[in-house]
């Protein structure tokens, strides 16, 4: 089982040497399995990563100069790479306007050229950990038979990244361009993916969910908010400061996402976000919001039944 590393629970601090990769599979089969899951050494440094990662952006813009690593350059290449794949893979012609079946030309190559990809990022000596966690590179882009997408396939690449994490290809002083440059470039990709092939949100609870495909972006975005001299929350239901700070926060970018994709009032379409927007602080928004992606979505069996264990996101208990 792999060692500690900063983004976790675990004390060590390098990474051992004789690791026994695996390919990751499903472990939660039915409801009865998520006790183990939220006991699992794997909830524990996921949920490690992503309040590290709260801590790091907090009160920091997109905009800000940080330290961008050669594993970051890679990490951005390849989400490049997938860009790109989705110019050469036009949608097709088809009678229904959701789920254009081009996505599965675009996630055939993908899955053909995941291992490759990964090990663009990683270094030699540590080759044999590119099949497992391309497992989780190619989880992360959404359902190829269903063609939709939902925060299980967001998670998938917060835990692609953790890996790349435990296996000391990114670092502590990673940790803003691991938000700011690879996650932000992710979520581009997403948004072009659901726009280009109308792809279905997955287990959207519609006006009720936060949002229809993404949450990690609200949680960290509102984290950048915090001690914001001038913007509060109600201010993000005003157009005019959308427009004009959203290159600076990605809580804005999502906003701004949403009133593209969506009409009618924001009241309507977006009840939730609505409501947060009556919190009086960032840092209660992010409290709050961080209490709702446990209830909401680690601790829904629809979407965890998919999450995958390997040596890196173990499902034995947290060893304390």
């Not at 089982?1 to 060590?12: A, D, F, K, P, V």
């Not at 794949?85 to 229904?96: C, H, K, L, N």
């Not at 947060?276 to 209490?291: D, E, F, M, T, Y």
Request: charge should be neutral; aromatic fraction near 12%.
């Amino acid at each position: 089982m792999g060692g500690g590393c900063w983004c976790g629970t675990s004390e060590e601090v390098a990474p051992p040497l004789q690791q026994n990769f695996m390919i990751p599979k499903k472990e939660i089969n039915m409801v009865s399995d998520m006790a183990k899951w939220k006991r699992s050494q794997a909830y524990a440094d996921y949920m490690g990563f992503i309040l590290t990662l709260n801590e790091g952006v907090r009160g920091k813009k997109l905009t800000c100069e940080y330290k961008v690593s050669e594993p970051i350059e890679k990490l951005v290449a390849l989400l490049n790479t997938l860009d790109r794949w989705i110019d050469e893979t036009p949608p097709v012609d088809q009678p229904s306007r959701f789920g254009n079946k081009a996505f599965r030309t675009w996630y055939a190559k993908l899955d053909q050229e995941a291992e490759k990809l990964v090990a663009t990022v990683i270094p030699k000596h540590l080759a044999d950990a590119a099949p497992e966690v391309a497992v989780y590179l190619k989880e992360s882009v959404g359902n190829s038979t269903r063609i939709d997408y939902g925060t299980g396939h967001e998670a998938a690449f917060a835990a692609f990244l953790c890996c790349l994490c435990k296996i000391g290809v990114l670092r502590v002083d990673d940790q803003m361009a691991i938000v700011f440059k690879v996650f932000n470039r992710y979520l581009e990709v997403m948004r072009k993916l659901q726009k280009t092939y109308r792809m279905e949100p997955a287990g959207s609870q519609g006006v009720w969910g936060l949002d229809d495909f993404q949450f990690l972006p609200f949680i960290w975005g509102s984290s950048q908010l915090i001690d914001h001299p001038n913007l509060e929350p109600r201010h993000f239901v005003d157009e005019k400061v959308v427009n004009e700070n959203h290159k600076d926060f990605m809580f804005l970018e999502c906003i701004l996402f949403i009133t593209e994709m969506k009409t009618g009032p924001f009241a309507e379409h977006s009840n939730q976000l609505w409501n947060i927007s009556a919190v009086p602080s960032w840092s209660k928004v992010n409290q709050g919001l961080i209490r709702m992606y446990k209830a909401e979505c680690l601790e829904k069996f629809p979407v965890i039944q998919h999450f995958k264990f390997g040596s890196l996101l173990p499902i034995q208990p947290v060893t304390s």
